[in-house]
C-alpha cells in the first residue's frame, strides 16, 4: 500500500483533516499531542503496519519512524523553518521510487508561526534568529525559480548548480508577464514610507484603501496612494513579497519585519532593470459576474409577487435563479427557459413580469444582453441531450487511437469519466476490445474477488486483488462480463 502523510500545524486542522477524509472514503488516522498515550500508539501502529492509506498528523509525530513507501507528503500549512520542511518532506520516496511533496500555505500561516516563535521563545537572540528563517520559509513560498535549489543555496550545498526541472515551479509553463511598472510603484512607496512598515500596510497604501491606520500616519498624501486600486490588496501583497524573494526588497528581522530597498531597487527604479513575475489568473465567478442593479430589482419584483400571493419569496425564484436572470438577461420566453430554475410551470405564473423587467434594463443598457446572452447556459433539454451523446464522443476518439489521458485533456473531463463514458459505449453495443485493459490473469483475480465480496463494489474488490490492479481494469473486466 502506498501512504500519504499531511503535516498540519495545529490539533484542531488535524482532526478537522482526518474527518473529512473519512468521511470522503480515505482510511486514515491522525496523530497530536492532545491524544491519550494509547490512541497516538494505535495510530502509530496503523500507520506502520500500513493499516490506513492516510496519516494526518502535528510535528509532534515520531520522526524517527523509516516508512519507504510514503507517495505523498503534504504540508497543510508552513513549517516554522526549512530545517523542519526538508526533514517532513524527506519522509517521501524514501525507496527511491517516484513520490510528491506539496506544500499549502495561507497568510494566516505566517502569522500563526510568528505567534507560535513570540510565546515559545524567551531569548530576545534565539528570537530574532527565528524569525529570519521563518522569513526564509515564507521567501520559499513565493519564489518563482527552482526550489531545489534554494534549498541547496539556503544550506550552503556545493554540489550541482543546474534546475532540478521536477519541482513545480522548473515545470510551470505560464508565461511570466512585466511588472517593472509596478514593482517601481511598490518601491517608491516603501521609500517615501520611510521603509518603517511591513508588506500589509504597504499594499493598502497601494490600493488606496481607506483605513483607519492609513490616514493616521497621513499615507493618504503620498503621492503614490491609490496607484495599484486596480489590483486587489491580496495581489499587491504577492507582488511585494515576489520582490522580496527576487532580493529586490529586504526585510527586517523581526516580529512585524519592516521593508527597504536593496541596491537591487536601484537599477529597477531607474528603468535599467525589467521584472517579470508568473501571475496567477483567477477567473471572474460566476456569482460575482451578475448585474447587481438588475439583480434588486428582480428582487423587488419578487417580494411583491410573493406578499401577493402569500408564499415565502424562494418559492416565486430563489436568489440563485435571479442572479442568473441578471446575469445572462435573456430577452424572451425561451431563452428564460435556459436560466436554471424556469421552468414551463414558474415560466407561466411569473414569466411576464420577470420578462418586462429585463426587456426594460435592455433599453437602459442596451450593451449589456448582447454580452450577456451570447454565452446562456444549455436549457435542462438540451443539455440531458449532449449528455447523451457525450460518451460517444469519447468512444469515437479513443477508436481514432487518442489515449484516455489525450482525452479527457481535450475535453476537459477526468480520465475516470472518459473510461466511464467507455464503459457505457460497450454496454451499448459499441464496438470496444475491452481486453486491452487487462490479462486474462487479471480477470480471473478479479472474478474470484468478485465472488467472495458480500458488498459488490469497486472498493472491496480493488482491496483483495494484486496491487498492480487498477480500477480502471477491474471496472472494464466487470463492465465486460455484465456484472457492472
Not at 521603509?195 to 493618504?220: N, P
Request: aromatic share 10%; net charge negative; with cysteine.
Amino acid at each position: 500500500m502506498n501512504l500519504e502523510l499531511f503535516i498540519a500545524l495545529t490539533k484542531k486542522t488535524t482532526e478537522q483533516v482526518h474527518h473529512w477524509l473519512q468521511k470522503n472514503g480515505y482510511t486514515s488516522s491522525m496523530y497530536h499531542g492532545g491524544l491519550q498515550e494509547w490512541e497516538r500508539e494505535q495510530s502509530q501502529s496503523q500507520y506502520v503496519n500500513d493499516e490506513v492509506q492516510v496519516m494526518v498528523a502535528t510535528n509532534a509525530f515520531g520522526m524517527g519512524i523509516d516508512k519507504s513507501n510514503v507517495r505523498f507528503v503534504i504540508h497543510y500549512g508552513i513549517p516554522m523553518n526549512l530545517e523542519a520542511y526538508y526533514q517532513e518532506a524527506g519522509r517521501a520516496g524514501r525507496d527511491g521510487e517516484p513520490s510528491d511533496c506539496y506544500l499549502l500555505a495561507s497568510g494566516q500561516d505566517f502569522q500563526l508561526q510568528k505567534f507560535l516563535v513570540e510565546q515559545s521563545i524567551e531569548d530576545p537572540y534565539r528570537k530574532k534568529m527565528e524569525y529570519t528563517k521563518l522569513q526564509q520559509m515564507i521567501q520559499y513560498c513565493y519564489i518563482q525559480t527552482c526550489l531545489q535549489q534554494y534549498i541547496l543555496d539556503y544550506f550552503n550545498d556545493e554540489g550541482a548548480r543546474e534546475d532540478c526541472g521536477r519541482c513545480s515551479n522548473c515545470l510551470d509553463e505560464s508565461v511570466k508577464e512585466e511588472i517593472t511598472r509596478e514593482a517601481q510603484m511598490i518601491l517608491s512607496t516603501v521609500k517615501r514610507m520611510g521603509e518603517r512598515f511591513g508588506s500589509s500596510i504597504t499594499a493598502k497604501v497601494l490600493k488606496g484603501s481607506k483605513s483607519q491606520k492609513v490616514y493616521e500616519l497621513k499615507f493618504h498624501h503620498l503621492t503614490t496612494f491609490g496607484l495599484l486600486s486596480h489590483f486587489t490588496e491580496k495581489d499587491i501583497a504577492s507582488m511585494i513579497n515576489f520582490l522580496v524573494a527576487e532580493g529586490i526588497l529586504l526585510t527586517e528581522d523581526g516580529k512585524f519585519p519592516t521593508l527597504r530597498l536593496s541596491p537591487e531597487a536601484v537599477p529597477v527604479l531607474k528603468g535599467e532593470r525589467s521584472v517579470f513575475m508568473k501571475i496567477i489568473k483567477v477567473q471572474k465567478t460566476l456569482d460575482e459576474s451578475y448585474n447587481q442593479e438588475l439583480f434588486e430589482r428582480l428582487r423587488g419584483a419578487r417580494k411583491k409577487l410573493a406578499d401577493e400571493k402569500g408564499v415565502p419569496p424562494y418559492v416565486v425564484f430563489s436568489d440563485a435563479t435571479l442572479k442568473e436572470l441578471a446575469r445572462y438577461i435573456p430577452t424572451s420566453r425561451d431563452k428564460m427557459l435556459h436560466i436554471k430554475g424556469v421552468g414551463e410551470r414558474k415560466l407561466d405564473q411569473f414569466g411576464e413580469v420577470f420578462l418586462d423587467i429585463l426587456l426594460d434594463f435592455t433599453k437602459e443598457h442596451p450593451h449589456e444582453p448582447s454580452k450577456a446572452t451570447a454565452s446562456l447556459p444549455l436549457s435542462d433539454k438540451e443539455a440531458r441531450k449532449n449528455e447523451r451523446k457525450s460518451h460517444l464522443q469519447s468512444f469515437d476518439a479513443f477508436q481514432s487511437g487518442q489515449t484516455i489521458k489525450e482525452i479527457a485533456k481535450a475535453r476537459g473531463l477526468s480520465a475516470v469519466t472518459i473510461e466511464n463514458h467507455l464503459f457505457k459505449a460497450y454496454s451499448e453495443g459499441e464496438p470496444l476490445d475491452l481486453s486491452s485493459f487487462y490479462s486474462a490473469q487479471m480477470e480471473q483475480e478479479v472474478l474470484t474477488a468478485y465472488d467472495q465480496v458480500e458488498e459488490k463494489k469497486l472498493k472491496p474488490i480493488k482491496e483483495k486483488v494484486s496491487e498492480e490492479i487498477g480500477y480502471t481494469a477491474i471496472k472494464a473486466i466487470l463492465v465486460a462480463n455484465g456484472k457492472l
